[in-house]
């Protein structure tokens, strides 16, 4: 069962070099879309700053911008981090108001890595286990023997909807389609199957 790092909860770290501020954002992350949607709303609570620098690792897809700085000073340092605290699906956003001094580019590199290095240090941080999310339906009469089969397995329950039929959604990292099918024949139905990231905390 593969295991991922991730931060739990959007974070924030400030620090401040020669009068520029910067603002450092870690957030989970499960699609492009949220990243573009945190990019605007952290444009939105950071009006007028000269730079939004960020990157982001997701499964196998990873991105960054240095989004006006000298190439290679903001955006690489920021997904080093990354890599280096072995975080998939986050964000680091780190936000620029400049200062009015020039700082160089190695000054500026070292700014940002250490805003990325120290807003994932204090972030709380979450395994995310790969589990396939199942949705069936039970006879009521095999409820019972369905949930002993559960407690031998590694699994999460969901939800339970309680009906003439019982349905039940739950987590396992686990493809058993075919023993449900040959252990449960005719008493339960599987509705579906999907791939599902769970946040365990650590």
């Known amino acids: 069962m593969e295991t991922i790092l991730t ?11 020669e009068k520029s ?24 609570e950071y009006p007028k700053a000269r730079h939004y620098c960020y ?6 897809e990873e991105k960054y911008s240095d989004d006006g700085e000298p190439q290679g000073t903001a955006g690489r340092p920021i997904l080093g981090q990354l890599e ?4 998939k699906f986050t964000l680091v956003i780190v936000v620029r108001y400049f200062g009015g ?8 590199l070292r700014t940002y890595l250490t805003s990325a290095k120290e ?23 095999t409820y019972q ?40 024949y005719g008493k339960i139905d599987i509705i579906g199957q999907i791939d599902y990231l769970y946040g365990k905390d650590v």
């Open 119 to 141: 807003v994932i240090a204090v972030a709380k941080k979450q395994q995310l286990l790969k589990m396939k999310k199942w949705r069936v339906q039970v006879e009521i009469d």
């Open 7 to 17: 931060v739990k909860e959007k974070t924030i770290y400030y620090l401040e070099v």
């Open 55 to 60: 990157a982001y690792i997701l499964d196998k």
């Open 145 to 184: 023997n369905f949930l002993s089969f559960l407690n031998k397995q590694c699994f999460v329950i969901l939800k339970q909807l309680f009906n003439d039929k019982i349905t039940i959604d739950f987590l396992t990292p686990y493809d058993f389609k075919e023993n449900l099918k040959s252990m449960f």
């Open 101 to 108: 001094t020039l700082l160089g580019s190695g000054r500026l």
């Open 84 to 87: 280096v605290n072995n975080l």
């Open 21 to 44: 501020k910067f603002y450092a954002l870690a957030f989970p992350i499960k699609t492009e879309n949220d990243v573009n949607k945190f990019l605007d709303e952290t444009i939105k």
